[in-house]
């Protein structure tokens, strides 16, 4: 293949007052696709690179046309309902689905591990992220390289491995996007900031949870509605008290259910 590479090499000479298409060979290729690309500029016999240009061009125009389908088809999806059929989706955090014609996007975690259990026996096939085809057929990525092809009879199901920390820090991420108001003085409130609060309080018979951006605005919101005296909501770890109706067990359930009330005003908004 050394050939080709002279004659990728000459010059090529744009016209005036043209902006010259960044050539495809600057772009990060696959060794494969690198050869064949260079094979194909020689058939064309594109010397001078005029026909790569062109080509780049209408290559940028079906980029942008596929760009605006996918634009419109996430407002669908954000507007609750399912981009195939029009349906309308049943929502989660990280999935949606719709039941009518079975159309589903999900997310799965960033750092893996991912576990395909072959079919037939006990064996298990891991990766750091894997991918099914049209096909059906699995493809188990490990180290940035296919580790495995695994025909759709071949395996049985594909098994994503969570962790705690992980779930925890895509909450968070989403109460990041949200709009916490302070329960004292409406301020927003933001979780990452040095005195911000947040509690779980029963007034009544259920527990309530409240944010405060700042430990002035907590103290004065415990003077203002102190808590009932056998209860101690305000120094009482909730998992050990049952006097009240649970609403959250946790502080780190707190941030997760602060994340779902972003779904829930989400959907309110529609």
């Not at 911000?196 to 002035?216: K, L």
Request: aromatic letters at 8%.
């Amino acid at each position: 293949m050394a050939w080709l590479f002279d004659r990728w090499k000459k010059p090529r000479e744009a016209g005036l007052g043209e902006e010259t298409p960044e050539p495809l060979r600057s772009k990060l290729l696959q060794e494969e696709q690198q050869e064949n690309l260079q094979l194909d500029i020689f058939v064309l016999e594109d010397e001078d690179g005029s026909r790569e240009q062109r080509l780049a061009r209408v290559a940028e125009k079906e980029v942008q046309s596929a760009a605006e389908d996918s634009i419109k088809k996430l407002h669908v999806i954000k507007m609750g309902r399912c981009p195939v059929c029009g349906a309308h989706l049943s929502q989660h955090l990280f999935a949606s689905i719709c039941e009518t014609c079975g159309w589903h996007d999900y997310e799965v975690p960033r750092t893996g591990p991912v576990r395909v259990h072959l079919r037939h026996n006990d064996r298990v096939v891991e990766g750091d992220r894997c991918y099914i085809v049209k096909t059906g057929a699995c493809l188990v990525i490990r180290d940035d390289v296919v580790v495995a092809r695994l025909p759709r009879e071949a395996y049985d199901y594909v098994e994503y491995v969570w962790t705690e920390d992980e779930i925890d820090q895509r909450h968070k991420q989403v109460v990041d996007r949200m709009q916490i108001s302070c329960g004292w003085c409406g301020d927003p409130a933001d979780p990452d900031k040095d005195g911000f609060h947040m509690v779980h309080v029963a007034f009544g018979g259920v527990q309530e949870r409240y944010c405060f951006c700042s430990d002035d605005c907590y103290e004065a919101f415990r003077k203002m509605y102190p808590a009932r005296v056998h209860r101690n909501c305000y120094e009482r770890d909730c998992s050990d008290c049952n006097l009240c109706v649970k609403r959250y067990s946790s502080e780190a359930e707190g941030i997760r259910m602060l994340a779902k009330d972003f779904l829930s005003m989400r959907k309110k908004s529609k």
